[in-house]
């Protein structure tokens, strides 16, 4: 459904979380508070759910305040610790899963770093 986001200030796709009845921004990720409990029934009846975040290496983090199922995250500089997307906490994983994302940011860096030559005719 399409509501105005308190936190983003535009007009944003906004899910039902069943759950906990809170209506979620699908930009920010933050809960949307000017939401009736009409427009919440009608997200309900239309089934109009958010779904859970499938995103690649979204961990359990325990010391983030959110306390969500999973928070994103991303590899440090120095490649030796994981840091919480949405609060900046540290964290451990696994030393096979810091390896694959390095790997991929890496592999990342070479595909921007590569630009296509134009040539002039």
């Not at 209506?23 to 919440?40: A, H, P, Q, R, Y």
């Amino acid at each position: 459904m399409l509501l105005m986001c308190t936190h983003c200030r535009t007009q944003v796709e906004g899910k039902l979380n069943p759950d906990t009845n809170q209506v979620i921004c699908l930009e920010c990720g933050d809960e949307i508070d000017s939401v009736t409990d009409f427009t919440k029934v009608s997200m309900k009846r239309s089934r109009d759910f958010i779904e859970e975040s499938r995103r690649a290496f979204s961990f359990h983090n325990t010391n983030c305040p959110e306390n969500k199922p999973s928070c994103p995250s991303k590899l440090s500089n120095d490649g030796k610790t994981v840091v919480c997307e949405k609060c900046g906490t540290l964290f451990e994983i696994t030393e096979y899963m810091k390896r694959v994302m390095k790997e991929l940011r890496e592999q990342d860096n070479r595909s921007q770093t590569t630009t296509p030559k134009i040539s002039s005719q």
